[in-house]
T-cell receptor
Framework: GESVGLHLPTLSVQEGDNSIINCAYSNSASDYFIWYKQESGKGPQFIIDIRSNMDKRQGQRVTVLLNKTVKHLSLQIAATQPGDSAVYFCAENLSGGYNKLIFGAGTRLAVHP | NAGVTQTPKFQVLKTGQSMTLQCAQDMNHEYMSWYRQDPGMGLRLIHYSVGAGITDQGEVPNGYNVSRSTTEDFPLRLLSAAPSQTSVYFC????????????FGQGTRLTVV
């Protein structure tokens, strides 16, 4: 399978704890901000998105927060499980129509029993 | 449904050789794209297509060609491989160019020696 970058920042959490993964973005013109999860040997998988006119959106066990003032995006995972271990990428979807995703470098989440 | 299928999974090329990375999707998605993923970096957009017969350049298009003769297939051609093209390549598709949820293939690890 395919592996992701070897020198990513890592967040280590205990199973059952909540996880918060942070991302700073640069483009104020982005329409959407998206979180993807990439497990070892697999392609990225869509988790959740948030439109630029919102500041919070909730999904199943996940919450995304957007702070446009400081250009900061976060992904909160409740009751983290071993299956959540992966690399998490934030991405911006540039405005103007076509789906040009600009990805961040990623954060590795390691969940320990 | 198979989703997005990429072949081959692994490939080693010599500098100067050419090859085609295959990508096929069976979800009737209009939008398809190619990304490369390098260690410590997020995915970078190479080329994209909003429908059959229409392609355009992404962030890092040099050294790559694409075509979209059918809705299902979006091959990526390396014209004359260079060591700088050593990377993991991902193909993605989404229903239209406005959808933020992209479906990714498993990736192709390419090494150019």
């Amino acid at each position: 399978g395919e592996s992701v970058g070897l020198h990513l920042p890592t967040l280590s959490v205990q199973e059952g704890d909540n996880s918060i993964i942070n991302c700073a973005y640069s483009n104020s013109a982005s329409d959407y901000f998206i979180w993807y999860k990439q497990e070892s040997g697999k392609g990225p998988q869509f988790i959740i998105d948030i439109r630029s006119n919102m500041d919070k959106r909730q999904g199943q066990r996940v919450t995304v927060l957007l702070n446009k003032t400081v250009k900061h995006l976060s992904l909160q995972i409740a009751a983290t499980q071993p299956g959540d271990s992966a690399v998490y990428f934030c991405a911006e979807n540039l405005s103007g129509g076509y789906n040009k995703l600009i990805f961040g470098a990623g954060t590795r989440l390691a969940v320990h029993p | 449904n198979a989703g997005v299928t990429q072949t081959p999974k692994f490939q080693v090329l010599k500098t100067g050789q050419s090859m085609t990375l295959q990508c096929a999707q069976d979800m009737n998605h209009e939008y398809m794209s190619w990304y490369r993923q390098d260690p410590g970096m997020g995915l970078r957009l190479i080329h994209y297509s909003v429908g059959a017969g229409i392609t355009d350049q992404g962030e890092v298009p040099n050294g790559y060609n694409v075509s979209r003769s059918t809705t299902e297939d979006f091959p990526l051609r390396l014209l004359s491989a260079a060591p700088s093209q050593t990377s993991v390549y991902f193909c993605a598709s989404s229903y239209t160019e406005m959808n933020t949820e992209a479906f990714f293939g498993q990736g192709t690890r390419l090494t150019v020696v």
